[in-house]
């Protein structure tokens, strides 16, 4: 019982937790996002659903529609988590970079020397 107390307090168990909540509640976020994206390709070009699509091959039908709803709705998808999510985290953690560059610049320069002397010191024996 014990063991299965430190699992369950480990920080990236709770972790793990958050994000896959945070995820489904960020999933229905995108999910009305592309519906709204779907029905402004409706209103525009008439109804966005080509599942009516389908080939005549002797007395069978091969729907092909279904697979091209499929795409245009993951490139829809795909576009809005690029610039929901991707796009706004990239320049977020450039933004962040630039900060560490700066902190790192402002190092002390007899700090340095200082260290440099001691690996020399340890590095001699």
């Given at each position: 019982?014990?063991?299965?107390?430190?699992?369950?307090?480990?920080?990236?168990?709770?972790?793990?937790?958050?994000?896959?909540?945070?995820?489904?509640?960020?999933?229905?976020?995108?999910?009305?996002?592309?519906?709204?994206?779907?029905?402004?390709?409706?209103?525009?070009?008439?109804?966005?659903?080509?599942?009516?699509?389908?080939?005549?091959?002797?007395?069978?039908?091969?729907?092909?529609?279904?697979?091209?709803?499929?795409?245009?709705?993951?490139?829809?998808?795909?576009?809005?988590?690029?610039?929901?999510?991707?796009?706004?985290?990239?320049?977020?953690?450039?933004?962040?970079?630039?900060?560490?560059?700066?902190?790192?610049?402002?190092?002390?320069?007899?700090?340095?020397?200082?260290?440099?002397?001691r690996d020399t010191l340890r590095a001699r024996?």
């Amino acid at each position: 019982m014990q063991g299965f107390k430190k699992f369950l307090l480990q920080g990236n168990v709770v972790e793990l937790a958050v994000a896959v909540i945070i995820a489904g509640a960020f999933g229905k976020v995108v999910d009305a996002v592309v519906k709204f994206l779907m029905d402004i390709i409706a209103l525009i070009g008439g109804a966005p659903s080509f599942d009516s699509l389908s080939l005549a091959i002797g007395d069978n039908q091969l729907y092909y529609g279904p697979v091209i709803t499929a795409v245009v709705g993951f490139v829809i998808l795909a576009a809005v988590i690029y610039f929901m999510i991707v796009k706004p985290y990239e320049t977020a953690r450039e933004h962040l970079s630039k900060g560490e560059k700066d902190e790192v610049a402002e190092v002390d320069p007899q700090l340095e020397l200082l260290k440099e002397i001691r690996d020399t010191l340890r590095a001699r024996g």
